[in-house]
């Protein structure tokens, strides 16, 4: 998905200032609830056990105890439900981010809810790096086809304008060579989860230790 679309929710200190947010799911049946909830459930429980690769749909359905038929109409495959899962653990940061406590939430200069953004961010897919190789792997686009990526994204451009000025207007989608657009853009590449699992998994670094060095470098690149 190129964008999100939908309700949007208000942001930072009543400046008019927006960010689009993930769309809830059309509401469905309770039993259907009750199935969805079920396999997700099954899910986390075989992850932990097994990992990605111990994920199948075969071992889903019956750890879930529901027939392939009832897997198959919530979930077509493994990049479906890990989807799905990091669609819960998203929302959760996304409602930190809008209405928690500075500085991961409103009420801080724009340069430190960048810096907490990044370390929030980053434990964010650390937590989930399977999942999110998984679901970036899937299709052709990689991490610009989620959902997420534009509000990720447009957090990070409303935040460097707000350092760049501080009573700038909202960067939005009409101008896309913006230099705040460009600079967001390159903040997020740091970020990136097959850059993430460059230096954790094959170079054998520590996430304590790099989040400290990628927070200077992303105030380097926001910097006016």
């Known amino acids: 998905m190129d964008d999100i679309n939908g309700p949007q929710s208000g942001y930072g200190r009543g400046n008019g200032k927006f960010l689009p ?7 469905l049946r309770a039993d259907a609830q009750r199935n969805r909830r079920k396999i997700l459930d099954a899910a986390t429980d075989l992850l932990a056990d097994k990992g990605v690769d111990g994920l199948t749909m075969d071992e889903l359905a019956r ?15 493994k990049p479906g439900i890990a989807s799905a899962l990091l669609d819960d653990r998203v929302r959760d940061m996304h409602a930190r981010m809008l209405q928690g406590p500075p500085p991961l939430g409103p009420g801080a200069p724009g340069g430190e809810r960048l810096t907490a953004f990044v370390d929030a961010y980053l434990r964010h897919i650390a937590g989930n790096l399977d999942l999110v190789l998984l679901t970036e792997s899937s299709s052709p686009k990689g991490r610009f086809d989620r959902q997420s990526y534009p509000f990720w994204r447009r957090h990070v451009e409303i935040l460097i304008a707000e350092m760049w000025t501080p009573t700038a207007p909202e960067p939005t989608d009409a101008n896309p060579s913006d230099p705040v657009r460009t600079r967001a853009e390159a903040v997020m590449a740091v970020l990136s989860a097959a850059q993430l699992d460059q230096w954790l998994n094959r170079q054998g670094r ?3 230790e790099l989040i400290p060095q990628i927070q200077t ?8």
């Open 217 to 224: 470098i992303v105030s380097a690149i926001a910097a006016p």
């Open 206 to 208: 520590t996430l304590e």
């Open 63 to 77: 750890r879930a105890g529901v027939g392939k038929g009832t897997l198959y109409r919530n979930f077509t495959d």
């Open 21 to 27: 947010l993930v769309p809830s799911q059309a509401p």
